[in-house]
């Protein structure tokens, strides 16, 4: 049967459909998550409890928030993986539990973790690339190369978020079930939502934008330096570090949000651009953090990732294994880049500032031509809109002559077509 989409309208929140899993022990911690990127108004979903709320829980329970729905029972599934959780079983089942939801005019199905944090408007752009007519699975694998080797290469894992399309979504909700018999011996419901898929001969179609965020400590260099892909989630945020120093968790996480806000297409996405003056080299993640190197440092090492943050677990040297491109984050403080971090946002119809600013202060010595002496950064940009269509292209920066000597202000814009990023003769 064809699911008719209303097919010509583009795609947008609506048509998106969302699985979320918790249990009733954890929602109220992780509640304050769904509320950061959750929209009552034009989102449609359920969060898969294990049971119902107590009372005082349920009484408290904010008509903003999606939906709870009760999962099933699982208990005659077999579950064999040594010292995993039997829930992944019910987490499994999430997916067919949001298809027998029924919505009308569904394109996708998207599922993830009572922790996986979304970015809306940049998951609809992602998912308007494929045509939800087709049968498509669409998620990202671990930064850890460990993880991945461990679990699987092969998988869109769970806390990062995976979307099914309608009509795929429809076949293995009715086939879940008798395929979950074969896959007790796996650890999680991601790894056996995965092994059904395989079995109906859908792979993974990798995006990377969806972060499982396998990593602990201090996440900076991940924020620093994101693919040329819109920012579609975030994971794990308990057990990273805040990602703007000073500031609780959830008010970080807050704080980035007000800028994705303003220009969503634009969050983390990454420019380099150089002070031919000083000969400093400056690389801006929009809306997070700017590192002014005192040095000239070519475009490609700038585009590597500081390995700031921690293996998830820390005992053997290949947790120290990643899947991408990595550059030292210098042991002395005083010897890394000068790291501004967003202050603030303002939007006028000329466009955007953005304004960053010091947030750790470092005791170091410097001279008059060393970036330390800088305080603040203003970046002026216009809201991006990403035509996914197109080739991706990153776009280029230029350092503006400053009225102040403790200001820069850079300008985003688009490249020329011959424009080569690099330090001017």
């Known amino acids: 049967m064809h699911h008719d989409l209303s097919s010509n309208d583009p795609i947008s929140i609506h048509h998106i459909i969302f699985g979320i899993a918790s249990t009733a022990k954890s929602w109220s911690r992780r509640k304050e998550y769904v509320n950061m990127w959750w929209n009552h108004d034009n989102m449609r979903g359920c969060i898969f409890l294990d049971a119902p709320l107590d009372n005082d829980t349920f009484l408290d329970y904010d008509s903003d928030m999606p939906p709870i729905c009760i999962s099933n029972d699982t208990s005659w599934f077999g579950y064999t993986w040594d010292g995993g959780l039997r829930s992944a079983i019910r987490v499994a089942r999430v997916v067919s539990e949001t298809v027998a939801l029924n919505h009308k005019n569904a394109r996708w ?26 049968w498509y699975y669409i998620g990202s694998k671990s930064e850890s190369y460990v993880q991945n080797r461990h679990f699987s290469f092969s998988m869109a894992y769970g806390g990062a978020g995976f979307a099914i399309s309608y009509p795929l979504a429809k076949v293995l909700a009715k086939v879940l079930d008798s395929c979950l018999e074969r896959y007790a011996h796996l650890y999680g419901s991601d790894g056996r939502i995965s092994s059904c898929l395989a079995e109906l001969g859908v792979a993974v179609t990798n995006e990377p934008g969806f972060h499982q965020m396998d990593v602990t400590g201090d996440a900076f260099g991940l924020l620093m330096t994101h693919p040329m892909n819109p920012l579609v989630s975030l994971h ?17 996480l807050r704080h980035l949000y007000e800028a994705a806000n303003q220009d969503p297409h634009r969050i983390l996405q990454q420019t380099v651009c150089y002070d031919r003056w000083y000969s400093w080299t400056v690389s801006i993640s929009w809306g997070y953090a700017i590192e002014v190197f005192g040095v000239h440092v070519l475009v490609p090492d700038v585009l590597r990732t500081p390995v700031t943050f921690q293996p998830w677990l820390k005992n053997r040297v290949f947790n120290t294994f990643f899947n991408f491109d990595m550059r030292r984050h210098h042991h002395e403080p005083c010897r890394r880049p000068v790291v501004f971090h967003l202050d603030r946002v303002n939007s006028t119809k000329d466009g955007i500032t953005s304004i960053y600013r010091i947030m750790v202060e470092q005791n170091c010595t410097f001279g008059m031509s060393s970036p330390r002496r800088i305080q603040e950064v203003k970046v002026y940009s216009q809201k991006l809109n990403l035509d996914i269509k197109q080739a991706p292209r990153r776009q280029c920066c230029d350092i503006l002559p400053s009225s102040s000597y403790n200001l820069m202000e850079i300008n985003i814009r688009a490249c020329h077509e011959e424009e080569l990023v690099r330090k001017k003769p």
């Open 109 to 134: 199905f998207v599922f993830g973790d009572d922790d996986t944090l979304f970015f809306p408007e940049n998951l609809v752009k992602t998912l308007s690339k494929y045509d939800p007519n087709l």
């Open 236 to 252: 794990h945020p308990d057990r990273i570090d805040p990602i703007f120093p000073n500031m609780t968790e959830t008010n970080a």
